[in-house]
């Protein structure tokens, strides 16, 4: 069982950069992928970025390459997105999510453990 909370999300302005973490209870931090997922007003919930139990692999949808890292850290049972030169396209709520595999998955039926979401709005 992993229970995730999600920080960090709040109002920036178009160009900003914003970094969101989201905590994870338990001892079994390092046995599951990792992934961020965001939701639109309107939209399904979309994969953005993943990274794999140990960091060594990341993934990156394409719309958020090359602005978006992901990272992790495996002692304090942490996993980061940060965000930058953020448009107002990337306006969603953010989601943690948790899947007990060796890789790097993008699709959200391969998540069992999901964090409650953090608001991220660009203005423009």
């Known amino acids: 069982q992993v229970h995730l909370v999600e920080s960090g999300g709040k109002l920036v302005q178009a160009g900003g950069s914003l970094r969101l973490s989201c905590a994870a209870s338990?001892?079994?931090?390092?046995?599951?992928?990792m992934g961020w997922f965001r939701q639109a007003p309107g939209k399904e919930r979309e994969f953005a970025a993943a990274i794999s139990r140990s960091g060594g692999g990341t993934s990156y949808a394409d719309s958020v390459k090359g602005r978006f890292t992901i990272s992790r850290d495996n002692t304090n049972n942490t996993v980061y997105l940060q965000m930058n030169s953020l448009k107002p396209e990337d306006t969603a709520v953010y989601y943690c999510?948790?899947?007990?595999?060796?890789?790097?998955?993008?699709?959200?039926?391969?998540?069992?453990?999901w964090g409650q979401g953090t608001q991220v709005t660009v203005s423009s």
């Open positions: 338990g001892r079994t931090f390092s046995s599951y992928a």
């Open positions: 999510a948790a899947a007990r595999l060796g890789y790097t998955p993008s699709n959200l039926r391969d998540y069992g453990y």
